[in-house]
């Protein structure tokens, strides 16, 4: 399916012939002097590198859609950037570095949304466990205050817990199962959505 969108995505700029050398030196030296058309041009010439560079990051958790947007923007980032150095290096390696570096950072930050949500997933796994447990034990409905002592946090900590669920669940969230949530005995989860419409029991 991937390499439907990418062979559909060239052939939409089948059209857009790539720079040559000779027209990039021309197209930089124009840009440099502030032509907006030397550095449309320079853009689109270099979109199919742009594109290669996404494709190697395809499987890494980022969707493909994703990867060619923060390619392309790298890319028109790239020659705004590149034409307002006095000391201009090569600049098809600046080019390719400023790529990779969105897209390294693209790939880094869906990873630590992926890490951020199954850590919140396991809190709220262990707080349905130990209220259950707790409700054995003591035979009712446990109160924040004792959930977090049996689980050696603050009562803010573990109202924080049930806030940050809440809006993952507003927001739906598809990488955490927080519907359990909602069965944890000695939790009430209103509609709302405001921090003070969670009811306690303590």
Same mark, same amino acid.
């Given at each position: 399916m991937h390499d /439907?969108?990418?062979q559909m995505y060239l052939e939409e700029m089948g059209h857009i012939p790539p720079c040559t050398m000779e027209e !990039?030196?021309?197209l930089l030296k124009e840009a440099a002097q502030g032509r907006k058309e030397a550095k449309k041009r320079l853009v689109e010439g270099n979109l199919r590198a742009a594109l290669e560079y996404a494709r190697e990051y395809d499987g890494r958790g980022v969707l493909v859609?994703?990867?060619? !947007?923060?390619?392309?923007m790298a890319l028109m980032m790239a020659v705004e950037e590149y034409v307002q150095l006095e000391d201009r290096p090569e600049f098809d390696s600046f080019k390719n570095q400023r790529i990779k570096e969105a897209l390294d950072a693209a790939v880094e930050e869906q990873q630590s949304a992926k890490q951020t949500g199954e850590e919140l997933a396991a809190r709220v796994n262990v707080l349905q466990q130990i209220s259950q447990l707790l409700a054995k034990e003591l035979?009712?409905?446990a109160t924040v205050e004792e959930l977090a002592d049996? #689980?050696?946090m603050t009562m803010e900590e573990i109202k924080g817990i049930m806030k940050i669920a809440m809006d993952a669940m507003s927001m739906n969230a598809?990488? #955490?199962d927080l519907e359990a949530l909602a069965g944890v005995e000695g939790i009430e989860i209103t509609g709302d959505e405001?921090? /003070?419409d969670y009811d306690y029991e303590e």
């Amino acid at each position: 399916m991937h390499d /439907d969108f990418y062979q559909m995505y060239l052939e939409e700029m089948g059209h857009i012939p790539p720079c040559t050398m000779e027209e !990039q030196e021309d197209l930089l030296k124009e840009a440099a002097q502030g032509r907006k058309e030397a550095k449309k041009r320079l853009v689109e010439g270099n979109l199919r590198a742009a594109l290669e560079y996404a494709r190697e990051y395809d499987g890494r958790g980022v969707l493909v859609t994703d990867l060619v !947007q923060e390619a392309n923007m790298a890319l028109m980032m790239a020659v705004e950037e590149y034409v307002q150095l006095e000391d201009r290096p090569e600049f098809d390696s600046f080019k390719n570095q400023r790529i990779k570096e969105a897209l390294d950072a693209a790939v880094e930050e869906q990873q630590s949304a992926k890490q951020t949500g199954e850590e919140l997933a396991a809190r709220v796994n262990v707080l349905q466990q130990i209220s259950q447990l707790l409700a054995k034990e003591l035979g009712r409905e446990a109160t924040v205050e004792e959930l977090a002592d049996k #689980m050696k946090m603050t009562m803010e900590e573990i109202k924080g817990i049930m806030k940050i669920a809440m809006d993952a669940m507003s927001m739906n969230a598809e990488t #955490m199962d927080l519907e359990a949530l909602a069965g944890v005995e000695g939790i009430e989860i209103t509609g709302d959505e405001e921090a /003070d419409d969670y009811d306690y029991e303590e």
